[in-house]
């Protein structure tokens, strides 16, 4: 997952550190919005992976909402600051 992320963003200059993964996971986590659950790496006998599943649907579209909003109102910021100051 880290790898698609840092491939998804590095057009952008931005590279996600795993801590930043993680605490995110964590925090859906604490929320209720995701559970993990771990499954056996194919062709290893004892290894394990951590999958993370949608718990809730609806907290998760709530979550999802008031992210939308708080992008919304950070790009407006971003585009009011370019313009008083980049006319």
Do not use: C, W
């Not at 590279?15 to 930043?20: K, M």
């Not at 008031?66 to 980049?86: C, M, S």
Request: glycine share 6%.
């Amino acid at each position: 997952m880290l790898d698609e992320l840092r491939k998804e963003f590095k057009p952008y200059g931005y590279e996600p550190q795993h801590p930043e993964i993680y605490r995110a996971l964590h925090e859906l986590l604490e929320q209720g919005i995701l559970k993990r659950g771990k499954i056996k790496k194919e062709g290893s006998k004892y290894q394990e992976i951590a999958v993370y599943f949608i718990r809730d649907t609806e907290k998760a579209s709530a979550y999802k909402k008031l992210i939308k909003h708080d992008l919304d109102r950070g790009h407006q910021l971003i585009k009011k600051a370019l313009t008083d100051n980049y006319k």
